[in-house]
C-alpha cells in the first residue's frame, strides 16, 4: 500500500487557517474568505427576498426589527470592549419579518435574518423573540456557514486544491453554496446546522441578549413552549439537541451570561465596564 504524504505547505495553510470563535474559544477551520462568502450570501439573500411573503404586521415588525437592533448594538459593544470592532468588518445587519407559518428562522452570513411569524406564537414576548434572534445572530458571528463550508472544501476538493481555493473561491463558494448553507434551493433558507453548532449558538446568544438588556433566563420557557408541539419535529429544531439536553446545557450557560445581564441592568454597560479583560476565559478569542 503507498502511503499518503500530506505536503508541507498545505499542513502550513491548515494551521494558519484557524480561527476562534468568540466567548467560547473554540478552534474552527476557516478556508474560504469572509468576502467571497459575504458575496454570494448577500446575492442569494436578495433573490430570496424578491419572493418571500414579507409580513404586513407593522407591530411584529418593528419588534423584530427593534430586537435585532439591539442585539447587533450588543455585539458592537462586545467587539468595542475588546478594542476588535474592526472583527465585525463586512457585517450589514438585516432583520426581515415573513408570512409563514412555519416555526421557523435562518439567518444568512453577514448578518442577513429572517423570522417567520409561525415562530411567534412560541416567542410571546420581547424577551422571547431575543432568545431566537440572539441565537441567529450568534451563528452568523461564529461563522458556522463559513466553518462548514471550509470543511466541505477539505473534504471534496482534497489538499492539492487547498492553495487554489484559498487564493479565488468564488467558483467554490457558489458551487458549494446550495449544500453548505442552503443558497439557491427552492425556499432560500439555510440548511440546519450541526448540533455542535446549535449549542455554541446557545451560548453566545445567551451573552449577546443579555448584553442587550434581555433576561437570558427566559430562554429556558422558550425552549419549554417549543417542546409542546405536537406532530413532526419543526424545522428550527431539526437538528437540534433534545429538550432535555438543550434545557440542560443552558442551565449551564446562564451563570456566564447572568453576570454580563447583572452588568447591564447596574448600569456598567459602558466599554470600560462591560469587559473584565481580554484575560477572562469568556473572551477567549
Known amino acids: 500500500m503507498i502511503k499518503k504524504i500530506i505536503p508541507l505547505f498545505v499542513i502550513v495553510l491548515l494551521f494558519n487557517a484557524c480561527s476562534s470563535v468568540p466567548i467560547s474559544g473554540r478552534k474552527q477551520l ?3 474568505s469572509d468576502k467571497e462568502i459575504l458575496t454570494a450570501s448577500l446575492q442569494q439573500y436578495g433573490e430570496y ?13 418593528a419588534m423584530v426589527v427593534r430586537v435585532g437592533q439591539n442585539l447587533a448594538k450588543a455585539i458592537l459593544l462586545y467587539y468595542q470592549s475588546l478594542n476588535m470592532e474592526s472583527m465585525l468588518d463586512g457585517y450589514a445587519w ?9 416555526v421557523n428562522a435562518f439567518c444568512m452570513p453577514g448578518g442577513k435574518i429572517v423570522v417567520y411569524e409561525g415562530i411567534l406564537p412560541y416567542t410571546q414576548t420581547e424577551t422571547g423573540l431575543a432568545v431566537v434572534l440572539g441565537h441567529e445572530v450568534a451563528h452568523a458571528i461564529a461563522k458556522h456557514a463559513n466553518e462548514r ?5 477539505a473534504t471534496q476538493y482534497g489538499a492539492a486544491a487547498l492553495s487554489g481555493i484559498l487564493g479565488n473561491s468564488s467558483s467554490v463558494v457558489q458551487t458549494l453554496g446550495q449544500t453548505v448553507y442552503g443558497l ?3 425556499y432560500g433558507v439555510m440548511l440546519p446546522f450541526s ?3 446549535e449549542l455554541e449558538a446557545d451560548r453566545l446568544g445567551l451573552v449577546f441578549m443579555a ?7 427566559e430562554a429556558i420557557p422558550f425552549w419549554q413552549r417549543m417542546a409542546t408541539q405536537g406532530g413532526s419535529t419543526p424545522e428550527f429544531m431539526s437538528t437540534h439537541p433534545s429538550d432535555d439536553s438543550r434545557v440542560t446545557e443552558i442551565q449551564k450557560y446562564l451563570p456566564e451570561a447572568m453576570e454580563y445581564y447583572q452588568t447591564v441592568k447596574a448600569g456598567n454597560n459602558t466599554k470600560s465596564t462591560i469587559s473584565p479583560g481580554k484575560t477572562d ?4 478569542f
Open 30 to 32: 476557516s478556508l474560504v
Open 195 to 197: 448540533r455542535k453548532h
Open 211 to 217: 448584553i442587550a438588556g434581555y433576561d437570558p433566563r
Open 184 to 186: 439557491g434551493s427552492e
Open 281 to 284: 476565559p469568556k473572551w477567549k
Open 94 to 102: 438585516e432583520f426581515n419579518l415573513v408570512k409563514d407559518a412555519q
Open 149 to 153: 463550508m471550509s470543511q466541505q472544501v
Open 49 to 61: 427576498l424578491k419572493t418571500a411573503p414579507i409580513s404586513t404586521d407593522k407591530n411584529n415588525t
